[in-house]
């Protein structure tokens, strides 16, 4: 059976999304991301990474809610943690 994966966001037009709620979206994904590493037992972004093989700076601008992560990006950050995309967004 397929999840079928819903996130609500503010749209002002088909194509574009309200500046303040994509900033507010991209906070709460670094929250969570940040959460998650924490929990993994890597207090440094920078250990985290280097143990991992991401680009330390991407991988803080994501945490820090200032870069627009990508789904290809999300999903290989959470296959670390184990975690599905669904399962990561129904904790909002």
Do not use: C
């Amino acid at each position: 059976m397929a999840v079928q994966l819903s996130v609500s966001f503010e749209i002002i037009s088909s194509n574009a999304m309200n500046k303040k709620a994509l900033e507010k979206t991209l906070r709460e994904i670094g929250l969570e991301l940040r959460r998650l590493r924490m929990k993994k037992g890597f207090s440094t972004i920078k250990e985290f990474a280097t143990k991992y093989r991401l680009p330390a700076i991407q991988y803080w601008r994501i945490e820090n809610g200032r870069a627009n992560v990508t789904i290809k990006s999300l999903g290989r950050i959470l296959t670390i943690h184990k975690k599905s995309i669904e399962d990561f967004f129904r904790a909002f």
